[in-house]
């Protein structure tokens, strides 16, 4: 189905008044996909990118559905109750889906509340008081709530889970799952997801009851639009090359994204300090502080964001000229995320990624998950690892493409580095001294208890 206009798509004339006050004219192929089944009141499996529309796909029919429910006289919302309920992973997210059904809903008389963690309970406890139709909410803190009596939820009739892998990157699928228990199961449920790994397709099983799936824009297809070079430097020398990048005036609007929340504090100082300003987004931070910071970048008022990974799906800028990825991420999924900040609404981007020698494994499962490899515009790759500036290997194939006869990581193989030998091959005894038969304990895999401990901390931070 294509529609040229909104008012193809049978929408109500508040809704169509609303849309065209904040300059909405064509709906993007994920609304065109996704209205029409939503106003069905069919179940929908959704798989589309941050920057595609989805929001106003999910929460458009739905709001049409309210508005038709109130015709006949609006009811008044009993203590507590909620009728639709929004699930996004992060606070931003959180805070922007809200934004968004604010301005959809500017000539309909409904009551939207958004609920965090990183703020007090009080104001949010009385805005549930008095009932809600939207309610848009983190998992955790809509828990917490939930135990203190502070929200209904056997009225719903709408759920939405919004970013649902990233849901269940951050821990959140036993909360995911509870909250469901707790609405009615004569609901409409949509799942919209960048990614459809089996653990979302396991999560969609449960929730969905035969839903209609739609598909858009594809992560391989997102990153063809956006250029992406890798500058290969040791660790310690990357603040001067940053700052050597930085004062390329072409580098506008820049989002930098690193692993830590401390790094990303001592970045955005080094780079105030050095005279460009900036300012640091990640969870250790207030809602208030977080929003300013985000506010100060939207308006210009900065060049650079320095965001930790938490952030990568909750920023909504359309005009952010360079991603600089300072560390690459450990889990390739999250370089998607990344980079696509930039090359938002079909327009093209640029990424930079800063790669030290121990993070050479993981520009290698990037390249393998993209399918492509990222061209180099500085240093040289790690010495006894194969290049991935465009060499051969002896098996004849390209270097994104290399196999890998690794440990597995999330069920995909990947390069072996030096940590990834077998522990006898690591243990191996010095020439000419007998080898000991003892036994040492080994350190947890990488991706194991480390693992479940960045996890405990993203969902802390998102909480």
């Given at each position: 189905m294509t529609c040229k206009t909104f008012s193809e798509l049978a929408l109500c004339e508040p809704l169509l008044r609303s849309l065209?006050?904040?300059?909405?004219?064509?709906?993007?192929?994920?609304?065109?996909?996704?209205?029409?089944l939503v106003l069905d009141r069919r179940d929908l499996l959704a798989i589309a990118q941050t920057g595609t529309g989805k929001t106003a796909a999910f929460s458009l029919p739905i709001l049409q559905h309210l508005w038709e429910s109130d015709k006949d006289g609006r009811r008044r919302l009993p203590a507590k109750t909620v009728r639709v309920l929004i699930l996004a992973p992060t606070r931003e997210l959180a805070?922007?889906?809200?934004?968004?059904?604010?301005?959809?809903?500017?000539?309909?008389?409904?009551?939207?509340?958004?609920?965090?963690?990183?703020?007090?309970?009080g104001p949010q406890r009385a805005a549930l008081g008095r009932g809600a139709d939207v309610l848009v909410a983190t998992p955790g803190r809509l828990l917490d709530l939930v135990q203190q009596n502070a929200v209904i939820l056997d009225a719903v009739s709408h759920l939405v889970l919004d970013e649902a892998d990233r849901m269940l990157d951050m821990g959140f699928v036993h909360d995911v799952r509870k909250i469901a228990r707790l609405v009615p199961e004569a609901r409409q449920t949509l799942l919209f997801s960048a990614t459809m790994p089996p653990k979302v397709e396991q999560l969609a099983q449960f929730l969905l009851d035969e839903p209609a799936r739609v598909e858009v824009t594809p992560e391989v297809v997102t990153v063809d639009r956006i250029k992406q070079?890798?500058?290969?430097?040791?660790a310690p020398a990357k603040k001067n090359l940053l700052l050597q990048v930085m004062s390329d005036p072409d580098y506008a609007k820049v989002i930098i994204f690193t692993r830590t929340k401390h790094k990303a504090d001592r970045i955005s100082k080094m780079l105030t300090a050095s005279g460009i300003e900036s300012e640091a987004l990640h969870g250790n931070k207030t809602q208030s502080a977080r929003q300013r910071a985000l506010g100060r970048f939207k308006q210009g008022a900065v060049r650079a964001l320095v965001a930790t990974d938490i952030a990568a799906r909750g920023i909504d800028v359309s005009d952010i000229s360079h991603v600089i990825n300072f560390e690459l991420p450990n889990e390739p999924e999250s370089y998607v995320h990344r980079i696509g900040r930039t090359a938002r609404a079909g327009t093209d981007g640029s990424a930079l990624s800063l790669c030290a020698p121990d993070e050479f494994a993981y520009l290698k499962d990037i390249e393998r998950l993209i399918g492509q490899r990222i061209e180099v515009v500085g240093g040289t790759a790690p010495e006894g690892s194969a290049a991935n500036d465009g060499g051969q290997p002896k098996n004849g194939r390209g270097n994104g493409a290399r196999k890998s006869r690794g440990r597995k990581r999330n069920g995909k193989p990947f390069a072996k580095g030096p940590s990834d030998k077998p522990p006898q091959q690591q243990q191996r005894a010095p020439k000419g001294k007998p080898q000991n038969n003892k036994t040492r304990p080994q350190k947890p895999a990488a991706g194991g208890d480390g693992k479940l401990r960045r996890k405990s901390r993203d969902r802390r931070e998102a909480a």
């Open positions: 065209q006050d904040a300059g909405f004219e064509t709906p993007t192929p994920i609304q065109q996909q996704s209205i029409p805070v922007q889906i809200g934004e968004n059904i604010a301005t959809f809903t500017r000539h309909l008389k409904m009551k939207q509340v958004v609920i965090v963690g990183g703020v007090s309970f070079t890798v500058h290969h430097v040791e």
